[in-house]
């Protein structure tokens, strides 16, 4: 078995390297020196990779730490794995409300059956939780109604991440779900020797994914199938880059840069008024080989491949974008997808979305999306590009 992990190139090259997009701040050597003096930077890991911001012009370290704190904070909330996180919270509370419920009953709303349960019944199933979870049930006010749905209480957080999921959702017929978490936890490419699930436990997994059993009603998240949880892998990372670029600008920064794994945000131009250089990283290149670079000002630059988190079992290669139709890898023409947009949520939700949708009705969506350029790279290493890319190209150096 072979495996590839992007942490083991992080700290080993001289340019930033994080999942796929390398930043290149050509001619910073030669700024003067009071530019060079100001810049102020800051690494830490979240979210299950390195981060690092950057500021070139503005704010104080003061800032920079209010940007931890603000990650540590997210990752509080939306984490699939920390124990202590909203998200695993919700997650372990509707695994175990299926735990409670009769087979008959979650077998009925599995397949869209009404049922009704009692006061007593919800009384009863409530309590269990409670004394199972108290401290999830507690902090989230579950409730079972009915109809046999179970809901929590969610923070405003949770509420725009998972409306900005069922946009991506709709945006990609359904390639994009946060609900793919029942079959994502069986998939583990962190851990050295990954291995795959067994196929009886991804079909049982595919019963409980699909945007279709989540509701947001004001803050009440429900879910209509026991045993339903959800993940914002596919958006998280970028939400979060432009909550710390709106804190950064709260703090007068006119000039800096994020780079959450994967993720790129720049904020304005570089100190001398010019344009952020981009690389675009050569799939699965152990070096900072690129393939494209692009100028970019103020906007966000996300890149999603197969090459970031694989493994091959029994010559057979396997990735971490998974198709929610079948609970394995996607399997297309597609290596990578780089999504250029304002908003890094975008670029975020854009590159799983389309890298899910394919090379021709991925290019359709962003050349009907105003704003947002993107470039494909295909499994034999050429490279398509959207209707406006070529404004962000720039020659490489």
Not at 41 to 46: H, S
Not at 109 to 119: A, C, D
Not at 334 to 339: D, K, N
Request: aromatic content about 8%.
């Amino acid at each position: 078995m072979q495996t590839w992990n992007k942490r083991r190139l992080i700290n080993t090259l001289a340019i930033f390297i994080i999942a796929g997009v390398m930043v290149y701040l050509i001619g910073s050597g030669h700024l003067p020196r009071k530019q060079q003096n100001e810049t102020k930077n800051i690494q830490g890991f979240a979210f299950d990779t390195t981060y690092q911001i950057t500021i070139y012009q503005g704010g104080t370290k003061k800032t920079l730490q209010k940007c931890v704190s603000e990650c540590s904070s997210c990752e509080n909330v939306i984490s699939r794995t920390k124990k202590t996180s909203t998200v695993y919270r919700i997650n372990a509370l509707s695994k175990k409300y299926e735990e409670l419920l009769p087979g008959k009953l979650c077998q009925s709303l599995q397949k869209g059956q009404t049922i009704m349960l009692s006061k007593q019944q919800r009384t009863e199933y409530e309590a269990k939780l409670k004394q199972a979870l108290p401290e999830a049930y507690t902090e989230l006010a579950c409730h079972v109604s009915s109809d046999g749905s179970i809901s929590f209480q969610v923070n405003d957080t949770l509420q725009k991440l998972v409306n900005y999921s069922f946009k991506y959702g709709k945006l990609s017929k359904g390639c994009f779900t946060m609900g793919i978490e029942p079959v994502s936890s069986l998939w583990d490419f962190s851990t050295d020797q990954p291995t795959v699930p067994q196929d009886a436990e991804i079909r049982k997994a595919l019963t409980y994914v699909g945007d279709e059993h989540i509701r947001l009603h004001n803050d009440r998240l429900s879910f209509s199938v026991p045993g339903t949880g959800i993940e914002f892998g596919g958006i998280a990372k970028g939400y979060i880059a432009d909550r710390l670029k709106d804190l950064l600008r709260q703090d007068g920064v006119t000039s800096g840069l994020i780079d959450l794994g994967g993720n790129i945000l720049c904020l304005g131009n570089k100190p001398d008024g010019t344009a952020f250089r981009i690389g675009v990283r050569q799939p699965f290149s152990d070096r900072d080989a690129v393939i494209d670079t692009v100028a970019v000002k103020d906007l966000s630059v996300v890149s999603s491949g197969i090459y970031e988190r694989c493994f091959k079992q029994n010559g057979k290669f396997y990735h971490h974008i998974l198709d929610p139709s079948t609970g394995y890898p996607v399997d297309n023409t597609l290596m990578a997808v780089t999504i250029l947009s304002k908003a890094s949520v975008d670029g975020d939700g854009l590159s799983t979305t389309c890298f899910g949708l394919g090379l021709e009705k991925g290019m359709e969506l962003i050349d009907s999306l105003d704003n947002v350029e993107a470039v494909f790279v295909t499994k034999d290493e050429k490279m398509h590009y959207s209707k406006g890319y070529a404004k962000y190209r720039a020659m490489q150096k």
